[in-house]
């Protein structure tokens, strides 16, 4: 008998299933990925398609139920056996995590909350790491009117591409395409991250602090990814937003060192007292940044924030160390 659910109750009801998807999805990452784990992934998959498919069968006329509806099909087609190759159980993680973020999207408009995925993207992780290195090059040597010029124009330009895609779905489909290598699958719904990171730089800029906005560049762009691969691939303490304390360890220690390294690319007579001071902030800053980011993006909020910490010791000490 189909049920008369509002979108709202059903929105609810598929959050429980949804959140067991996104614990599977989890245990399909590459970095994570078990062969002898295949039976049990097997089972939790077909049991989520299952209560997925009871669901959406008992409805009419919800919009949420098509997106969820296409998970059922990717679930029912695409399932490998148990002694399916790696390969097959990669080739439906891509699909499923695809549709998976479809329903995020349309969960999130009912204000229902189920966590976007960060699946392990190496290529995504070297061009963070390039990225922040050529930031830096830029911070130290560009000059401070055509340093602001050029974060605003940036500033300006991604922010005109994410309203163009809103418009167009056709457009969107090109750019995730064009980016997809660096491309989580949940920022073909939402606004990406490399548009965040962009508005992070233009905050610094503006922030007129070099020193602190390298430190926060340098931070996010060597401690993100190390904290990523740790946590995905060592994480066994689960915090809170996906994170685990095993990453977030990592992220504090590498934002350390990231921030010495800052310091001193800008003053190499920096104080030792104060380039510890710097770089206990920093990582510090950044690994509860990190840790507390959930609606917020942590391209722009790690940087921001860490930035503005270390800019507050920085004139704290300003008498003491005006070079700085």
């Known amino acids: 008998m189909v049920s008369l659910m509002s979108p709202v109750q059903f929105a609810s009801a598929v959050r429980s299933p949804m959140l067991d998807l996104y614990e599977l999805l989890l245990a399909l990452d590459p970095a994570r ?43 029912k087609d695409k399932l490998p056996n148990t002694d399916g190759a790696k390969e097959l159980w990669m080739t439906l993680r891509e699909e499923l995590s695809l549709a998976y973020e479809a329903v995020v999207a349309a969960l999130r408009s009912h204000s229902v909350s189920v966590p976007s995925l960060r699946p392990t993207n190496y290529v995504r992780n070297f061009f963070h790491v390039g990225n922040g290195l050529i930031v830096l090059l830029m911070l130290r040597f560009m000059p401070e009117k055509a340093l602001l010029w050029t974060a605003t124009s940036a500033f300006l330009f991604v922010w005109t591409l994410e309203g163009t895609r809103r418009i167009s779905e056709e457009w969107n ?15 073909h719904y939402k606004v990406n991250s490399g548009t965040m990171y962009v508005s992070a730089l233009f905050a610094l800029a503006w922030l007129r602090e ?18 990523s691969i740790i946590g995905r691939r060592f994480g066994k303490t689960k915090l809170i937003h996906g994170r ?3 990453g977030t360890l990592t992220f504090a220690l590498v934002g350390a060192a990231a921030a010495i ?10 104080p030792f007292f104060m380039t510890l001071g710097l770089a206990a902030l920093g990582g510090v800053a950044g690994a509860i940044t990190e840790l507390l980011s959930g609606r917020i993006d942590d391209n722009f909020s790690i940087p921001v924030v860490t930035a503005l910490s270390c800019a507050g010791l920085i004139h704290a000490v300003a008498m003491q160390l005006p070079s700085l």
């Open 33 to 75: 990925f078990q062969q002898e784990a295949r039976p049990k992934l097997r089972e939790g998959l077909a049991s989520v398609r299952d209560r997925l498919s009871d669901i959406v069968g008992r409805v009419e006329g919800v919009e949420l139920a098509d997106e969820t509806r296409t998970i059922v099909s990717v679930l």
């Open 210 to 227: 070099p020193t602190a906005s390298a430190i926060g560049v340098a931070v996010l762009a060597l401690a993100d990814p190390a904290a």
């Open 244 to 246: 685990s304390l095993e």
């Open 261 to 270: 390294g800052a310091v001193y690319f800008f003053h190499p007579a920096a």
């Open 173 to 187: 489909n090109r750019l995730m395409k064009i980016f997809g290598a660096v491309a989580h699958p949940g920022e």
